[in-house]
């Protein structure tokens, strides 16, 4: 469903002059499976699942979203998905009605058929309450429940979830966690981005733990496990972390020591 | 594009904006409330704006003559001025009269008071200050009118006119309204002098006026009131359409960005094309309605005012200006659509750059200043509609329109259609901006960097790139001019050639080739490559020499055509003479030619075509960088129609550049047409005639300006193609090998080489 391949993304940074975000990851995701991607902040989810939506652009590498290549057909693959990140917010000035049916006809819905299927979502996830509720008046949990069905409501084979319980409080989060695992049920490919230890543990079917824009580790959470003697998930991800900043630290204070060698040599 | 999600996006925008508080007090709630507001207040204001009198303090009123008498019971002799007379009072004190008369008479005595003395301007002045005083008028001595009885009589000396003086302090309003008023008086008041001594001396008073002058407006009511509403109407229509664009582009940009409803819009199956279309519609629709929602705010609120006004002031009907004609507004409509597309788009483009609203409006600012003198051009007395002016965007429109609502259709017609296909071809750039942008990932995703300089200079010095980028060519070029501009004030007229040789490469070198060459050094890995030093093959460097001569007769018509859609203003062709004039004590051909093609060849092509058309090039595509670049060189030139000529040259040299990789035969091209230049100016009979290629190549009607004939111009244009073409597919066809060792590749070794060891 999807095949991410030595995929690599950089921009240019006046601070730190070029900055990598990705650094060529590569990892397959079936249907019915969800796949975490764990990492702290900064590590290149967000990057990863922008490119997987076609919002940016890789740099090099492919992507392939349900047979098809996020560089060469994006107008296919945005058929494909559903996205929902702590950045798809929604319209302050479109009620919640108002929104699912803009992108259902977005996505090529006649509504004849979309205002049926708006009244099943609605009523599966006890939304009629808030149907005619501006954005702007929305708790943050109506909001997310807006955006997720705003995500699935054309019914697309691959969702994504980027950090989509960040900032929600306990219920609401339990919620969405809940309509993830449906979503699972039902067949559906979803790439699921977090830095919860818990909800990863809970939900993802395979994990890739990710930092500075590579993937230290992949596998299913027993795998990894076992492979690395560690039990404890929240451990093993401190773990790889922290010995992957050190190896970070490292480097990069073996490439200042080779340059200011350099440099007094060309004095001398 | 599919145009559902266009109609589906612009309906949603639409919607959207409508329920935005903001908008809605911009687009409909302002204009229909402000005009109003203005019209109350301007009555409220109006009652107040009575005419205050002016204290005039008068010095030897004793010699003033008894008949006719400009004082009467110390208050102007109202048959002067009735006005006049109640709006002025008088103080004749005699108080300082006597210390003020003596230093007048010495100041009289000593310089004939054709300026006044500081003296008196202080004794004025401080007499102002204390008495407060709007003005003085004194008379020196006592008038006594012509006595033409007795012709010997000193009386009829022209030295002994008799004179008063108007003191007034131009700085302060009030004296100057009260010097006009006094002004007023005394021309009656002279007058009436006149007239009674010609006729005490029975001398016809017809020989005063001479000949009898009788104006006559023969314009109809219609007629005039078209004429006062088409310099207003159309810049009211441009400047709403500008102001009602902003607040919807900040919004549905830089707004949507920072409440993070963009990359839910960007993640859906829309083409980044269709929302760009969508959003320009929704700001165009807004833009308009500002527009119109202000015109007829604004025209029922001037009709009332004007009409109470009007009749305030004793006219009858109101104010001699009316409702704007039916057709006017007609064509107001029409104009609005090209007009709210181009300002909708540029200020979409500028916006959807910005990050976050006040970013936006950071950006859109600057567009409006840009964009007001060409709404100010149309509005001055002497702009007329004509081939030069129909082709500014934006001003040739205001004019058109201008010529609409005054009912020349005929003129109109006549440049409606380059008025249209600029206007039209600015709409289609912006359009195709605005997606660009949209499609452009380091414009959505503008990471918001905190901007140091010495971050910038550390990264800077780190990352230096091979060759430069699209920033440090676009800082060359307004490096270049801002200093260019900055020079042109510091230089000194010329006095001689060589002091003319001397400041004019000094110039270039200062303004053009040290910049460029430092940026090369400091911001680039690669200083050679980036100046584009490089050899070329034998038959580039004899191509870019043979479309130098070709095209010449090409560009010397279209600098003629310039020429005469823009004639050039008088300072310019005096500057021009002077040049000629200094010329003529040159010490021969060859150092006009050092002074006009060479060094600017070698310096210019250096800075253009060698840095800065490099680092444009670090956008895709070829045009566009030549485009900028030349576009870059055009403005150096400074006077509007070099920059116009110096643009197209740019453009060939442009493409020269970079189809041969090196600037040789940019240098040779360009020394070539400068050399064509400078020798066709001077080319005189007695050459062209000892000549047989000149006599047939070139003509003359005077004897002295020689231009290339028709069919021999037209031929050599051939060729010139012909050879632009061979540039163009240098692309398809491998490039030859550069000459293994040229003078200018030793020269450029030999530097290079020099800088490492340094």
């Known amino acids: ?268 | 594009m599919k145009w559902p999600n266009v109609k589906l996006i612009f309906r949603r925008e639409l919607r959207d904006q409508l329920r935005d508080r903001r908008t809605l007090f911009t687009v409909a709630i302002m204009p229909m409330v402000l005009y109003p507001l203005m019209g109350m207040a301007m009555l409220q204001v109006a009652q107040f704006m009575r005419e205050y009198p002016s204290k005039v303090w008068v010095v030897g009123q004793e010699n003033l003559p008894n008949s006719p008498a400009l004082i009467v019971d110390g208050r102007i002799n109202p048959e002067f001025g009735h006005a006049e007379s109640q709006l002025t009072e008088l103080l004749v004190s005699k108080e300082n009269d006597s210390q003020f008369q003596a230093i007048i008479r010495q100041c009289r005595e000593n310089s004939g008071m054709t300026r006044t003395p500081i003296l008196v301007d202080q004794l004025i002045q401080k007499e102002m200050q204390d008495r407060k005083i709007d003005l003085a008028v004194f008379i020196p001595s006592p008038i006594r009118l012509p006595n033409t009885s007795d012709p010997g009589s000193p009386e009829t000396s022209a030295a002994l006119i008799p004179e008063i003086y108007v003191f007034q302090n131009s700085a302060i309003d009030k004296s100057r309204i009260g010097a006009d008023r006094i002004n007023r008086v005394l021309a009656k008041w002279t007058g009436t002098v006149i007239r009674e001594t010609l006729t005490e001396h029975e001398v016809p008073l017809e020989l005063l006026q001479g000949v009898q002058i009788t104006n006559a407006d023969v314009a109809d009511k219609v007629g005039k009131r078209a004429a006062a509403w088409s310099k207003i109407l159309p810049f009211i229509v441009m400047i709403w359409s500008l102001t009602g664009a902003f607040y919807p582009a900040i919004d549905l940009c830089a707004g949507e960005k920072e409440r993070g409803t963009f990359e839910t819009l960007l993640s859906s199956p829309a083409a980044r094309s269709e929302i760009a279309i969508g959003k320009l519609l929704t700001v165009m629709t807004f833009s308009m309605a500002t527009s119109i929602l202000n015109l007829l705010s604004m025209g029922f609120t001037g009709m009332f005012v004007m009409t109470r006004l009007g009749t305030g002031m004793g006219l009858t009907g109101g104010l001699p200006v009316g409702v704007p004609p039916l057709s006017s507004i007609g064509w107001l409509l029409l104009a609005l659509i090209p007009i709210s597309a181009l300002f909708s788009a540029v200020a979409l483009a500028a916006a959807a750059f910005a990050r976050s609203s006040k970013e936006g409006q950071y950006y859109l600012v600057p567009l409006m200043m840009i964009s007001m003198p060409l709404m100010m051009i149309p509005m001055l007395p002497a702009a007329q509609l004509d081939f030069g002016t129909s082709l500014i965007p934006v001003s040739g429109l205001m004019l058109l329109l201008r010529g609409l609502i005054e009912g020349n259709y005929t003129e109109c017609m006549k440049y409606a259609t380059p008025v249209c296909a600029v206007n039209l071809i600015c709409c289609w750039l912006s359009v195709r901006w605005v997606v660009h942008q949209f499609n452009s990932e380091t414009v959505l995703f503008r990471a918001s960097e905190r901007f140091g300089v010495g971050a910038w200079f550390r990264h800077v010095m780190r990352e230096r790139d091979a060759l430069p980028t699209l920033g440090s060519a676009v800082l060359c070029g307004l490096v270049i001019l801002v200093a260019k501009f900055f020079v042109g004030f510091v230089v000194s007229p010329p006095r001689s050639f060589n002091h003319f040789a001397f400041q004019t490469v000094t110039i270039l070198v200062a303004t053009i080739l040290v910049p460029a060459i430092m940026m090369a050094l400091i911001l680039t890995r690669k200083p050679r490559q980036s100046l584009r030093i490089r050899g070329c093959s034998l038959p580039m460097a004899c191509a870019a020499i043979l479309a130098a001569i070709f095209l010449n007769p090409a560009f010397t018509w279209f600098t003629g055509l310039v020429m005469l859609v823009y004639p050039p203003g008088g300072d310019i062709v005096q500057l021009e003479q002077a040049v000629s004039r200094i010329l003529t004590s040159a010490p021969g051909l060859w150092a006009v030619l050092m002074v006009f093609a060479v060094a600017p060849a070698i310096i210019e092509e250096i800075a253009f075509r060698g840095f800065i058309l490099s680092g444009f090039q670090s956008i895709r595509g070829k045009w566009q960088p030549i485009l900028l670049t030349s576009l870059l060189f055009g403005l150096a030139h400074g006077v509007i129609q070099q920059t116009m000529i110096t643009f197209v040259v740019g453009m060939m040299l442009g493409l020269i550049a970079i189809q041969t990789k090196s600037i040789l035969p940019c240098i040779l091209f360009h020394l070539t047409h400068n050399s064509l230049a400078v020798l066709l100016s001077k080319a005189d009979a007695s050459v062209v005639e000892h000549s047989p290629i000149l006599a047939r190549l070139l003509y003359s009607n005077d004897g002295q300006n020689f231009q290339y004939g028709i069919v021999p111009g037209i031929l050599m244009s051939v060729v010139g193609v012909m050879l632009i073409v061979w540039f163009i597919r240098l692309d398809a066809n491998p490039i030859p090998q550069p000459l293994k060792r040229t003078w200018f590749t030793e020269v450029a070794s030999r530097l290079s080489g020099a800088k490492n060891n340094s």
Not at chain 1, 105 to 129: H, S, T, V
Not at chain 1, 170 to 195: N, P
Not at chain 1, 260 to 268: E, K, L, T, W
């Open chain 1, 1 to 268: 469903m999807i095949h991410v391949r030595q995929l690599t993304k950089s921009y240019k940074d006046i601070q730190s002059g070029q900055f990598t975000a990705l650094a060529g990851i590569s990892f397959d995701a079936m249907p019915g499976q969800i796949y975490g991607l764990l990492g702290p902040n900064g590590a290149g989810k967000t990057t990863a699942l922008r490119i997987l939506s076609t919002v940016l652009k890789p740099s090099t590498g492919s992507a392939l979203v349900n047979g098809f290549d996020v560089t060469e057909h994006p107008d296919k693959v945005r058929r494909q998905i559903g996205f929902v990140s702590t950045n798809t917010a929604i319209y302050d000035r479109m009620t919640a009605w108002e929104m699912v049916q803009y992108f259902g006809q977005l996505y090529g819905m006649p509504l004849e058929k979309l205002d049926p299927k708006m009244e099943a979502i609605f009523d599966r996830f006890q939304m009629n309450e808030i149907r005619n509720v501006l954005g702007s008046k929305m708790s943050t949990g109506m909001k997310q429940k807006v955006s997720i069905v705003r995500a699935m409501i054309h019914d697309p084979p691959v969702l994504i979830f980027d950090e989509a319980t960040s900032g929600l409080d306990i219920l609401v989060a339990r919620e969405v966690l809940k309509t993830v695992e449906q979503l699972r049920d039902q067949g559906k490919c979803i790439i699921f981005s977090s830095h919860i230890m818990s909800e990863v543990q809970r939900l993802c079917d395979r994990v890739a733990i990710m930092n500075r824009g590579r993937i230290l580790a992949e596998g299913t959470i027993d795998e990894l496990a076992e492979k690395y003697d560690e039990d404890d998930v929240e451990e093993l991800f401190y773990q790889m972390i922290s010995v992957s900043e050190m190896k970070y630290e490292s480097c990069r204070s073996s490439i200042a020591a080779i340059k200011s060698n350099s440099a007094s040599a060309v004095q001398r």
